[in-house]
């Protein structure tokens, strides 16, 4: 009667395991959503530092922000 009760079938593995993936992905997505990695600032960042540093003049930095947004690239 024992042996019965704590056998389980290949469905139940299957089951069994499959709902220890879904927890693991929950977790692992749960976890990445609450501590999201910093962006690194891209080309447009490196772009403003420039600007700022005053490597390059007003119109440059528009024309390059703007050819970099419409690239998407920035």
Do not use: K, N
């Amino acid at each position: 009667m024992l042996g019965s009760c704590t056998t389980m079938g290949i469905g139940g593995w299957l089951l069994m395991i499959g709902l220890w993936a879904g927890f693991v992905a929950v977790v692992v997505w749960g976890v990445s959503r609450l501590f999201p990695s910093a962006p690194d600032g891209g080309p447009t960042a490196a772009l403003a530092e420039r600007f700022a540093a005053g490597e390059i003049d007003t119109d440059t930095y528009r024309s390059a922000r703007d050819e970099l947004i419409r690239t998407g690239r920035g």
